[in-house]
């Protein structure tokens, strides 16, 4: 299983951006995905979540402005950003809790490689 994010880029504040994350491999169930950014010098945060039925949750700092959706068949999660601004670039990571084989006692976390987000003033 692995987690495969892409969409990051560079964009003038005030600009969109849209991110994708999709999970590929063999698995029984994905629950939860999630969004978290880490910016240089800072710990990684989480920004947003979604279950697997859609109900979704945002940070302070992007609530209002991001918003998550999921496409449970293309196993493929996406993040709309607008109104970005120069605090929002970082490394974006993606989540995902996944239950792997039904035979599996527990779920797992898997996670994707990052990708760059710029937001120049």
């Known amino acids: 299983v692995q987690l495969q994010a892409s969409g990051g880029g560079l964009v003038q504040a005030g600009g969109s951006l849209n991110l994708s994350c999709t999970v590929s491999?063999?698995?029984?169930?994905?629950?939860?995905m999630s969004w978290y950014r880490q910016a240089p010098g800072l710990q990684r945060e989480l920004i947003a979540d979604?279950?697997?039925?859609?109900?979704?949750k945002y940070a302070e700092s992007v609530k209002g402005r991001f918003t998550l959706s999921r496409d449970n068949r293309k196993k493929t999660m996406f993040l709309q950003m607008k109104s970005l601004k120069p605090e929002d670039t970082a490394v974006y990571y993606c989540?995902?809790?996944?239950?792997?084989?039904?035979?599996?006692?527990?779920?797992?976390?898997?996670w994707g490689q990052g990708t760059l987000v710029t937001v120049s003033s």
């Open positions: 989540a995902a809790n996944i239950w792997v084989d039904p035979a599996d006692f527990v779920s797992k976390d898997f």
């Open positions: 491999g063999s698995t029984f169930s994905i629950n939860a």
């Open positions: 979604i279950t697997r039925e859609g109900f979704d």
